[in-house]
C-alpha cells in the first residue's frame, strides 16, 4: 500500500503537535511540513522571556535535525500562497510545488491592527513572532516609552516584553478593564492595581482615534475623549484574525468573521481538508489557546487510525503569570449563569482576589478568577471539569486558613477521568496505570505519562496524586537510602547537622543497623564533608570514601589512576604546560586534554600517586578533585581580555568561582562555566550553574547538565552584580547539598523539587524560608576551611603508607602491563598481557 | 622476613602488624607470591579477613581498595571498579555467585598478622 502523503501548512505550536501526534501514532504517512516562518515551531506562550535572555533556540519546540530523524519533510521561509483542490497540491510564494492526499492547515493567525489613521507608521509593530520581538528589540534602542495598545492576555505579555526592555511601559485598552474575556470587573481591578504597583501604566476606556509623529517622543497617540500620550513605540497586540486567506481563495466554507469552518473531526468543508489551531472555527470560536489547538491536532490526526477522536470544543480555563501576577479564570468567570451565587474574596493589603460561581443549589462550581494567588487553581479546576460535589461552604475553599479556609481537594477525591496535565492531557486514570505498570516513583511517572512535562503548572497536583495512589496500594515509596538507614539523604543531613554527629560510627549507633555499605558510607562521608570539612583521609573517615576518594585519584580498568591537578578556568602557563609534560614523560602517562578545560595524565600505578605528587605540588599545582562528587572545572571563554565580543573578563570570575568552591563535596559532581558574551563558547548552559556575561553584569543558568541525558540550564537571575552572583550560587549549591538525594544532579533534583524553578528562586533569591545568611554561612565555613587533600596527604607520612601496593613488599603490580598506542601508553588487553607475561617469564 | 611455621601441610604465615592494617578498609599482601586482600574490621569477633586480591570479573587486582560493609547478615567488600559484592567470610560474590575469590584463614598472633597458605 502506498503511504499517504500529508502536508501540515504552518509549523507553529498547533502544526507541530500534530506532526508529533502524527508520527508517534505510528501510523504509516509521508509527512511535508511547510512553515511560512524561516524557523522550526517555537514556543510562543512564553515568547516575553525572549527579553529575559531566552534565545529562539530555547523557545524552540523541535529542529530540523528532529524532523529528518522522524522522517518529515520540511521546509521553513516560504509560505504557502495556493491550494489547488483539483489537483490536490499546494504552491508556495517560490513557485514550489506539494502534492497530498490529505491537507492539514495550521496557518495561525495574524495580530489584528486597528484601521487607525497613522498605524502604520514607522515604530508600530506587532506581537506574535520571533522576528516581531527582533524588530522590537531593535527599535527599542532608540525608544525611551513604549505603548501596548490592548489590555487583554496577548498585551500584558506584550508589556511584559517592554518593561524587560527596560521602557516606560504603557496599557491602552478600549474596554472599562483589563482582561475582561477571562476576569470579572473585581478580578481586573485588582489586576490592574498589581500591575501598576509594578510601573505599568494602565489606560482602559481609551479609543485611539489617531497616531501621527510626536514633538519629543516619535509617536503621538490622540484619544477619543481629547487626551492623548507620547511614545517611541507602539505594539498592537488587539486580539487576533485567523490566517485564513488560502482557504477562502480555494473556496473552502468560512465563518462569517473569518475563520475555516471544521466539524468534530477538524474536517473543513473538503474532506481531505483539516484545519487546527487559531485558523479554525469551531461551533462558530476561535480558540486562541494552545490546549485546545493541542486537542484539535490530536483529533485531525487521529482521522488517520482506527481509533477517531472528536473535538467537542474544550474548556478555555487558564492559569498564568503576566508581568509575575498569578492570573487564573475557570469556566464561567463573569457569573453569567442564570440564577448563580457568588462568593467574592478580596484582600487589598495582600493584593489578593478570589471570586467563586457556583450553582444556585451551591452544589457545582460554575466558574471562578483568581488573582495574585493561584494555588487554589488546580484545585477549583477539578471541581469544576469533573462536577464534584462542593463542600457545604463553598467559601472556605477561598478563605484563608484562619478564616476558617479549607485544604484544597485531596487528591483521592478525584475521579479516574481527571484531567491532571491539562497540557499534555494526562488523565488521573493514565498515572494509575502508569504506577500499576510498574512505575513507582513521581519521576518514572512523569517519564512514562509525559505529565508535567508541558507548562508544569500541575507538578504539585501530580505529586500528590502519585503519592496517594502510591499510599492506596500500600505501596509507600521507600525513600530509604539503604538497609542501614532508613532515612532519606536529606534526613540524614539534617539529622547530622542538628546532633553535631563527627563521624560514620557515630551516626550507625544512633540512627542505623549493620556495618554500612558502599552506598551509604560515602553518601555519609560526603555529608560529614560538606557540613565539617574535615581532611577526608582521617582515620575515621579513611574506610568510608570510594578508592577514587581513599587515593585522590580516579581508578581505571586495569587498577591504575588518573590524575587531574586542577586548571582553574583552564588558564594555564606554559611553565606549568611544561611541567605536565615532563612529569607525564618520566611516569609514562598518557595524557589527555578534558572537557572541563584541564590535563588528564591517565596510567599512575597506585605507588607513584605521591611521588607524581610532589614534583606537582611543588611546582605550584593543587588536587583537581576529579576523584570526588565535588566541584570539578568552571570552564571559561577567553573574555574581554581578549575577544572582540567579550563583554566582561569571563576568566577571571572563572578563577574566582572556581577557587571558592573547589573542594565543596557535593550529592553528585558539579561544574560549572563562565561565557563572556551570550555567544557562550563556555557552554554555561549545559552545567550545574553556568555565567552568562550580559551588558552590565552576569546570567546565572541553573541545573543543566551534558551526558546521559543532557539538559539545558534553566534562567535563574538576571544582570547580577559580581557580589549577588556569588551570594545566590552560595545558597543556591548549599540548598541542593542539604536537599538533594545521593548521587542526584541538580537537574534531577529540580525536577523532583516540589514548586520546582519557581520555588528554588523563592528561596535563593526571596529567601522565603529565611534560610538564605544560614546557607551563606555554611558555604563560607567551607571556603574558609579548603585545604588541598594531596599535599595535606604528601606531608604525612603515616598516610602516604596507604599509596604502597604491597603492605610487605616494594614491589609494583606485575600484572598492569602498558603497550604503546599513537605513541602513547595504553592498557594492554587480556591477550596482549598474557603474551607479554609469557615472554617476561 | 617472613618466617614460616609448618602445620601438616599447610603453613602461617607471616605477612604484617597489626599497626599496618587500615581499620575497617583493607590493604594488599604479596602472600608466597599471590596477592592477598587483608581487611580489618576492629570491632568484630574475627577482624581480620583476606581474600584473593583479583577481581574476576573487573579482571584487575583491587579488591583490597574496596569499601566494606554488610549486606543482611553478611559482611562484603564491594569491587571499587563494578561494585559487586563479595563474602568477607567465603569469597562468594553475591550478584553473580559463579564467582568466587579464595579466601585465606587469617589470625594475630602478637600483633602479628598470620595468613593460612596450602603448600
Known sequence: ???????????????????????????????????????????????????????????????????????????????????????????????????????????????????????????????????????????????????????????????????????????????????????DDGGSTMLRRKIEALGVRVHTGKATQNIKAGTDTRLLMEFA???????DMIVFSAGIRPSDQIARDAGLELGGRGGIVVDYHCRTSDSDIFAIGECALFGGMIYGLVAPGYRMAEAAASQLSEDKLAFQGSDMS??????????????????????????????????????????????????????????????????????????ASPENLILPESAGGIPALGAAALPATATICSCLNVSKGAIIEAIEGGCCSLGEVKTSTAAASGCGGCAALLKNVVEDEMASRGLEVDTSICEHFSYTRQELFHMIKVEAIKSFAELLEKHGKGHGCDICKPAVASILASLWNDYILEEKHVGLQDTNDTFLANMQKNGTYSVVPRIAGGEITPDKLIVLGEVAKKYQLYTKITGGQRIDLFGARLEQLPDIWGELISAGFETGHAYGKSLRTVKSCVGSTWCRYGQQDSVAMALYVENRYKGLRSPHKLKSAVSGCTRECAEAQSKDFGIIATETGWNLYVCGNGGMRPRHADLFATDLDDETLIKYIDRFLMFYIRTADRLQRTSVWLDNLEGGMDYLKEVVIQDKLQIARELEQQMNDVVGTYQCEWRTTIEDADKLKRFRTFVNSGESDSNIVFVQERGQPRPASESETIEILAKTA | MSVVKILKNECWEDVCTLADLVPNSGICALVS???????????????????????????????????????????????????????????????QPEHTLQSYKTRVIDSCVQVLVSS
Not at chain 1, 502534492?99 to 491592527?113: C, E, H, I, Q, R
Not at chain 1, 475623549?225 to 511614545?231: P, Q, R, V
Request: with cysteine; proline share 4%; hydrophobic share 40%.
Open chain 2, 33 to 95: 607470591g599471590q596477592q592477598v586482600a587483608i581487611f580489618y574490621l576492629p570491632q568484630e569477633e574475627t577482624s581480620v579477613y583476606a581474600l584473593h586480591n583479583r577481581d574476576p570479573i573487573g579482571q584487575a587486582d583491587v579488591i583490597s581498595r574496596g569499601i566494606l560493609g554488610s549486606i543482611g547478615d553478611e559482611l562484603v567488600v564491594a569491587s571499587p571498579l563494578y561494585k559487586q559484592h563479595f563474602k568477607l567470610s567465603s569469597g562468594v560474590c553475591l550478584e
Open chain 1, 1 to 183: 500500500m502506498n503511504e499517504q502523503k500529508i502536508v501540515v501548512v504552518g509549523n507553529g505550536m498547533v502544526g507541530h503537535h500534530y506532526v508529533e501526534t502524527l508520527a508517534k501514532s505510528g501510523v504509516s504517512a509521508n509527512i511535508c511540513v511547510i512553515g511560512g516562518e524561516p524557523r522550526p515551531a517555537y514556543d510562543r506562550v512564553h515568547l516575553s522571556e525572549y527579553f529575559a535572555g531566552r534565545k529562539p533556540e530555547e523557545l524552540a519546540l523541535t529542529t530540523r535535525e528532529h524532523y529528518q530523524e522522524i522522517g518529515v519533510d520540511a521546509h521553513f521561509g516560504d509560505p504557502v500562497a495556493k491550494i489547488d483542490r483539483k489537483a490536490k497540491a499546494v504552491i508556495t510564494d517560490g513557485g514550489r510545488r506539494f502534492k497530498y492526499d490529505k491537507l492539514v492547515l495550521a496557518t495561525g493567525s495574524y495580530p489584528f491592527v486597528p484601521p487607525i489613521p497613522g498605524s502604520d507608521s514607522k515604530g508600530c509593530l506587532t506581537y506574535r513572532t520571533i522576528d516581531d520581538l527582533g524588530m522590537i528589540k531593535a527599535q527599542a534602542k532608540k525608544a525611551k516609552v513604549g505603548v501596548v495598545v490592548g489590555g487583554g492576555l496577548l498585551g500584558l505579555e506584550a508589556a511584559n516584553a517592554l518593561k524587560l526592555l527596560g521602557m516606560e511601559t504603557h496599557v491602552v485598552e478600549f474596554a472599562p478593564g483589563l482582561m475582561g474575556v477571562q476576569l
Open chain 1, 318 to 391: 487558564t492559569k498564568l503569570k503576566l508581568l509575575g501576577v498569578d492570573v487564573g479564570s475557570i469556566g464561567d468567570a463573569h457569573g453569567k449563569t442564570e440564577k448563580a451565587i457568588n462568593f467574592v474574596f478580596s484582600d487589598e493589603r495582600d493584593e489578593v482576589y478570589k471570586r467563586l460561581v457556583v450553582t444556585a443549589d451551591g452544589k457545582n462550581l460554575l466558574g471562578a478568577v483568581l488573582i495574585g494567588d493561584c494555588s487554589d487553581y488546580d484545585s477549583l479546576l477539578q471541581y469544576y471539569l469533573n462536577e464534584i460535589e462542593l463542600p
Open chain 1, 225 to 231: 475623549d481629547g487626551e492623548s500620550l507620547a511614545t
